[in-house]
């Protein structure tokens, strides 16, 4: 759980713009801890990120509101009405149309180009939109903390596609969320995760996680923010454990 100095910083915006955004409402207020603070989870980040994304675009903030949840032809028509609203403004003002010519779909808004081609070709291989939607959140997470980490991040994940056993992991997730609980597919899943990252610890894949990603407190919110995207990770976990490896955003061999 992140402090609200943590959560603005994630997000690339000051406390004051958080504490104004609580204000009119575009961002839930938590509730305070015991010890008098108020905390924030992953939604959190990424509802901040896509508010500031749509502000820096140029949407008003009394349009942003309706943008956040709406669905693919509401958010379509919202882009294309600012747009010709831009038309009409000073040469200022065209920054702001193109980037809100950008915002074309749910995967584009506050992703860099090469993770949408990766979500892309995720769904090219069978990837359920069960299994996008929360991978889609997640590197929205990834890109606000390490942006130099993606280009390299996303060659690799593209590359990982060329394993048949990899995209056959993401269809039996797919599986798992259509058909939850499924204990079966559960077990089978977690045992070719083993055989995976058995074949990436033999590589040396796993060596460099910590130094990658140096932030503890940023893998803990990873973490939870899958726990929270579907029963099914905390079951993976176990399983997983049970097969000598611990954790989920950073995997390491587990020391009975």
């Known amino acids: 759980m992140l402090t609200i100095g943590r959560l603005a910083a994630y997000a690339g915006v000051t406390t004051r713009t958080v504490r104004h955004y609580h204000k009119i409402g575009l961002l839930p207020e938590p509730e305070r801890d015991a010890s008098g603070y108020r ?3 992953a939604d959190a980040v990424v509802r901040l990120i896509r508010i500031r994304t749509l502000a820096d675009a140029g949407v008003p903030l009394a349009r942003v509101r309706v943008l956040l949840d709406a669905d693919p032809q509401t958010f379509a028509a919202a882009t294309a009405e600012i747009d010709r609203q831009l038309r009409a403004q000073i040469r200022a ?6 980037r809100i010519a950008q915002l074309g779909s749910g995967d584009s808004l506050a992703l860099p180009a090469e ?11 069978g990837a359920s939109e069960a299994v996008i939607a929360p991978e889609r959140d997640a590197w929205i997470l990834m890109a606000a903390r390490y942006p130099e980490l993606l280009p390299a991040m996303m060659a690799e994940k593209v590359a990982q596609l060329e394993n048949p056993k990899v995209v056959r992991l993401y269809r039996l997730v797919g599986r798992i969320a259509e058909s939850w609980p499924n204990e ?4 089978e899943t977690a045992d070719l995760m083993s055989e995976l990252l058995q074949h990436a610890a033999e590589t040396g894949e796993l060596d460099e996680q910590d130094e990658l990603m140096p932030d503890a407190a940023f893998v803990g919110l990873m973490d939870s923010f899958a726990d929270a995207s579907h029963p099914a990770v905390a ?3 176990e399983l997983i454990t049970e097969r000598g490896w611990t954790g989920w955003t950073q995997i390491h061999r587990h020391e009975a």
């Open 39 to 41: 905390t924030y989870g």
């Open 93 to 98: 003002l065209r920054e702001h149309r193109r």
């Open 115 to 125: 993770v949408v081609d990766y979500l892309d070709r995720l769904r090219a291989v």
């Open 184 to 187: 079966e597919l559960l077990r």
């Open 235 to 237: 079951r993976l976990r």
